[in-house]
């Protein structure tokens, strides 16, 4: 199945410009690694940004900078830093592979969220705090509707959904924000895991969707 939806242009370029925060940034980066035309996109939006920083005036350097680098050569090499230890990550169907993006995060083992609905927190050693988890939702099963304050992204790893509008499978991408209510639904055929990532509070509607939003922490 080929990728149908991609990140937009800004946030690739935000993802280039080392704008994003740590949470959406792994979204990217994740969709990136399955994704050629993104890949190349990026590369394009970066050479594009490149262009126009050099087209900018020389900023011109403070007086102490450079007695400031001296010293910096001068010090005593720092420890180095410890080894990256990988993480760790819930139990996955046979042939899912685990996002490199992901290798040093650490995801809970899979929680019970509802009648064929998991989640599982993910934490990221550079940003515990960042609102990061994997959905696994049982085919035929549908999410209660939310819609965002802000900004959710989510990347599919593993099946597919359909919400409302499109198909979403391997590799897909979406970026939801207030302006849509959404309620995916899982195809039949098999589970759907997808990595999401959220900015802001999601706003469930009724009781079990409230459970929902406040068992992730949302
Ligand atoms: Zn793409």
């Not at 993802?15 to 949470?23: D, Q, Y």
């Not at 992901?102 to 989640?119: E, T, V």
């Not at 994997?134 to 989510?154: F, M, N, Y």
């Not at 207030?178 to 009724?206: M, N």
Request: glycine share 10%; net charge neutral; aromatic share 6%.
């Amino acid at each position: 199945m080929t990728i149908q939806h991609h990140p937009d242009d800004d946030l690739l370029l935000a993802h280039t410009a080392g704008r994003l925060a740590l949470g959406p940034a792994v979204l990217v980066a994740t969709h990136l690694e399955g994704c050629a035309q993104c890949r190349e996109r990026a590369r394009l939006l970066e050479a594009v940004g490149g262009a126009l920083i050099d087209d900018l005036p020389p900023e011109t350097l403070a007086p102490e900078a450079l007695a400031r680098t001296l010293a910096a050569i001068d010090a005593p090499p720092k420890a180095p830093p410890p080894r990256p230890v990988a993480g760790r990550h819930p139990a996955l169907p046979p042939g899912m592979a685990w996002p490199r993006a992901l290798r040093r995060a650490n995801a809970s083992p899979w929680r019970w969220l509802g009648p064929g609905m998991r989640w599982s927190r993910v934490t990221l050693p550079g940003d515990p705090k960042a609102n990061v988890f994997l959905l696994r939702i049982g085919a035929g099963k549908q999410l209660p509707v939310h819609t965002h304050s802000d900004c959710e992204l989510t990347q599919v790893l593993y099946g597919t959904f359909h919400d409302g509008r499109a198909l979403f499978g391997p590799g897909d991408f979406d970026e939801a924000d207030g302006s849509f209510h959404h309620q995916p639904t899982v195809q039949a055929g098999g589970d759907c895991i997808c990595l999401a990532s959220v900015e802001g509070k999601v706003l469930f509607q009724g009781a079990l969707a409230r459970m929902l939003g406040s068992l992730v922490g949302m």
